[in-house]
C-alpha cells in the first residue's frame, strides 16, 4: 500500500530564517505530487505540483520554491521567511493518470515569529 | 477568482438526522469532483468522488449529487454521526490539467 510522509510535524522559524519542509511517498512510483498550504481562516491553496523529476508548476509565486529531486521526495523552500508565510502546509499525492484523487500526508504547523 | 466556493462557513445537525453540504463551482470545464473531509491538525481524508458523467454516486452513508447546469454539487451524510463533526473540503479538476481546486470548506457539527 502507498504511504506519505511529511515531516517535521510542527516548526517555529523567526522572520527571515530558511525554510525546508520535505515529503516522500511510499509504495507508487511515478506519482503527482503537490504542496498546498491551509491558512488560518482559509481554504486549501494550491502552492506547487510536480508530474515528474524536476517538473514544477507554481500556483503562487511568492517567496516560496519546491523541487522534487527524485521521483518519490517533495521539497519546499524559502530563503527568507515572511510573517504571511504562517499556516498548516499539506503535501499530497496521486497515481498519474485522470481522475485519480489526491492523498494527504499529516502536514507541517509552521508559525513564522 | 474562487472556481470552487462553498458558501457555509459552518452548519449544524441533530445526530442520526440527514447533513446537507453544498459546493458550487465556476469553471464549466471541471469534470471531476472531490469531497474531503478534515479533522484538526491531520490532513484531509478522501471521502467520494463523482465525475462529469454521471450526477450521483454514493458510497455507504456519503451520496455525493453532481447538477451540471446549475454548476452544483451536494454531499449527503445519512444519518450523521458524531464522528461526522469536522470541516469539509469540496474539490474540482479539468481532465486536461493536473491541478486539484478546493473551497474554502464547511465545518460540520453533529449535535447529540
Known amino acids: 500500500s502507498q504511504t506519505i510522509h511529511q515531516w517535521p510535524a510542527t516548526l517555529v522559524q523567526p522572520v527571515g530564517s530558511p525554510l525546508s519542509l520535505e515529503c516522500t511517498v511510499e509504495g507508487t512510483s511515478n506519482p503527482n505530487l503537490y504542496w498546498y498550504r491551509q491558512a488560518a481562516g482559509r481554504g486549501l491553496q494550491l502552492l506547487f505540483y510536480?508530474?515528474?523529476?524536476?517538473?514544477i508548476s507554481s500556483e503562487v509565486p511568492q517567496n516560496l520554491s519546491a523541487s522534487r529531486p527524485q521521483d518519490r521526495q517533495f521539497i519546499l523552500s524559502s530563503k527568507k521567511l515572511l510573517l504571511s508565510d504562517s499556516g498548516f502546509y499539506l503535501c499530497a499525492w496521486s497515481r498519474d493518470r485522470i481522475n485519480s484523487p489526491l492523498h494527504f500526508g499529516n502536514g507541517t504547523r509552521l508559525t513564522v515569529t | 477568482d474562487q472556481q470552487v466556493k462553498q458558501n457555509s462557513p459552518s452548519l449544524s445537525v441533530q445526530e442520526g438526522r440527514i447533513s446537507i453540504l453544498n459546493c458550487d463551482y465556476t469553471?464549466?470545464?471541471?469534470?471531476?469532483f472531490l469531497w474531503y473531509k478534515k479533522y484538526p491538525a491531520e490532513g484531509p481524508t478522501f471521502l467520494i468522488s463523482?465525475?462529469?458523467?454521471?450526477d450521483k454516486n454514493e458510497d455507504g452513508r456519503f451520496t455525493v449529487f453532481l447538477n451540471k447546469s446549475a454548476k452544483h454539487l451536494s454531499l449527503h451524510i445519512v444519518p450523521s454521526q458524531p464522528g461526522d463533526s469536522a470541516v469539509y473540503f469540496c474539490?474540482?479538476?479539468?481532465?486536461?490539467?493536473?491541478?486539484?481546486?478546493f473551497g474554502k470548506g464547511t465545518r460540520l457539527h453533529i449535535l447529540p
Open positions: 469553471n464549466s470545464m471541471f469534470d471531476y
Open positions: 474539490a474540482a479538476s479539468d481532465h486536461r490539467d493536473d491541478k486539484i481546486i
Open positions: 510536480s508530474v515528474g523529476i524536476g517538473q
Open positions: 463523482i465525475s462529469s458523467i454521471k
